[in-house]
Structure formats: C-alpha cells, structure tokens
Antibody, heavy 117, light 105 residues
Framework: QVQMQESGPGLVKPSETLSLTCLVS????????WTWIRQSPGKGLEWIGN???????DYNPSLKSRVTMSVDTSKNQFSLKLSSVSSADTSVYFC???????????WGPGILVAVSS | DIQLTQSPPSLSASVGDRVTIICRAS??????VAWYQQKAGKAPRLLIH???SLQSGVPSRFSGSGSGTDFTLTISNLQPEDIATYYC?????????FGQGTRLE
C-alpha cells in the first residue's frame, strides 16, 4: 500500500519561497509520475505540476514561472518550490501519484501553508 | 485550458436515493475523465477513472459513464457515508483540470 506524506513549513512570508517535500513509502518512485495539487480554503482543486522519476517536469502554465519540482529517488521523495508567494498561495498542498498520467490514485493527507507576514 | 463544469453545484438527497452528477467539458476529452470524493478535512479519494473503471475498493454503487464532452457519476442506493464533495478531472490535455465540485448534502 502506497503512503504519502507532505512536510514543510506551515507559514511562509510574502515574497519568499514555499518549500515542501513528499515522502513516499510502500512503493518506488520509479516508472511513475508524481504530482502537486493545491486547494485554496473553501475552493476547488488546482493542479500545480508533475515530475517523472527521471526528473522530467510538466508545470501548470499559470504557475510555471514560479514553480520548481525535483525528485530524489535515493530517499524516495519529491519536492516543490514555489517562489515569490503571496496571500493567494495560501492553500492546502497535496502530493499525489499520477498513475499513467491519467488519474491520481494515491494522495498525501495534505499540508496547510499560510502566506502571511 | 479545458474547463469542466459540474452540475448541480450542490444537491440534497436521502439514504437510498439514486444521485447523478454531471460534468461537462469545454471541448472533447474522449474518455479521460476521473471522479473523486472528498470529505471535510481529507484528501480526495479516487472513485472512478477512464470514465467508467471503478477503482479497487470502491463500492459498486458508484458508477461512471459518458464520452466526448458529457460525463456522469451515479451513486445508486445512497449511503450516509457518501456525504461529501465530488469532483471530476480531465487528463486529455495538460494542464490537468478539475470541475468546481458538487456538494452532496
């Protein structure tokens, strides 16, 4: 059974960089795409981007200029960096496995990140 | 981006009811639709992928159908634990997008 867990600061100051990590257990990162999705309070789901185990990425154009994803297969984890954050980036951030690049079959519980001074 | 519009935004139903949620895409997405259930404070849970394939462990009262631009999620014999918000998602073209959700009360 795949389990995923997000970690990182719960509070980030405006204009700084949000950094999160997702630790995957129960399966290898190999041969899968791994995803970050966010959900603003009381709102819907927004796909941030994917990373393949090789490091190939695909970002949402709406966030592309501020997003960097990376993968560490030795630690079985992948990471998200979102730069120049503002209050609009306050959200619950989820990591998930993107099976066959078609659907998200395993999710972490999510981590609330607030942007505030 | 491909827009997904769900209807209704919310609906009220009773135990034992049959419930249908509609997801309409702004352009054809063939069969690349998935449905998720999200309960308050929890991560979404995959129910159905590829329009009609039931994810392992999901009760058979959930079913999906559709093609092209119009897709439906049906819950037959509604149970109390089905109270949640439901989202559709397309993977036909990047960026992946989600519907705005349907709250089942």
């Amino acid at each position: 059974q795949v389990q995923m867990q997000e970690s990182g600061p719960g509070l980030v100051k405006p204009s700084e960089t949000l950094s999160l990590t997702c630790l995957v257990s129960g399966d290898s990162l190999t041969y899968y795409y791994w995803t970050w999705i966010r959900q603003s309070p009381g709102k819907g789901l927004e796909w941030i981007g994917n990373i393949y185990y090789t490091g190939t990425t695909d970002y949402n154009p709406s966030l592309k200029s501020r997003v960097t994803m990376s993968v560490d297969t030795s630690k079985n984890q992948f990471s998200l960096k979102l730069s120049s954050v503002s209050s609009a980036d306050t959200s619950v951030y989820f990591c998930a496995r993107h099976a066959s690049r078609l659907y998200f079959d395993y999710w972490g519980p999510g981590i609330l990140v607030a942007v505030s001074s | 981006d491909i827009q997904l519009t769900q209807s209704p935004p919310s609906l009220s139903a009773s135990v034992g009811d049959r419930v249908t949620i509609i997801c309409r895409a702004s352009q054809t997405i063939t069969s690349y639709v998935a449905w998720y259930q999200q309960k308050a404070g929890k991560a979404p849970r995959l129910l159905i992928h590829s329009t009609l394939s039931l994810q392992s462990g999901v009760p058979s009262r959930f079913s999906g159908s559709g093609s092209g631009t119009d897709f439906t999620l049906t819950i037959s014999n509604l149970q109390p634990e089905d109270i949640a918000t439901y989202y559709c998602q397309q993977s036909y073209r990047s960026p992946q997008t989600f519907g705005q959700g349907t709250r089942l009360e």
